[in-house]
Every structure is written in C-alpha cells, then in structure tokens.
C-alpha cells in the first residue's frame, strides 16, 4: 500500500470507530424498542466495517 492509501485506511478507522461509539451510546439511553434494535443493529454494521477495513492494514 502507498502512504496515501494508509492514510486512507486510517481514517476510515477512525470514522468506522467514531460512528460504533456513537450508536453505541444511543443504544444504552434508548428506550423505545424499534429505535434501541435499530440503533443495535448499527452498532453491529459499523463494528463489521471496522474490521473489513482493519484487514487490510
């Protein structure tokens, strides 16, 4: 990989990271089942993309 594409990498890390903590956040102060799920499900996603990219470096 060039220094560009690390770079890349990284920040996409760092947002797939920043997304997981903020659902996950969300998960542990809603109440309404549907939204608590959804946002569950969002943690589960992002969680998923971080490794995908994390494989790659």
């Given at each position: 990989?060039?220094?560009?594409?690390?770079l890349y990498v990284e920040?996409?890390?760092?947002?797939?990271?920043?997304l997981t903590?903020?659902?996950?956040?969300?998960?542990?102060?809603?109440?309404?089942?549907?939204?608590?799920?959804?946002?569950?499900?969002?943690?589960?996603?992002?969680?998923?993309?971080?490794?995908?990219?994390?494989?790659?470096?």
């Open positions: 990989m060039t220094p560009k594409e690390i920040d996409a890390l760092g947002h797939a990271q920043f903590q903020q659902n996950q956040a969300a998960t542990n102060t809603l109440t309404d089942p549907a939204l608590k799920k959804l946002s569950q499900q969002l943690v589960s996603k992002n969680t998923t993309i971080f490794q995908s990219f994390y494989a790659l470096v």
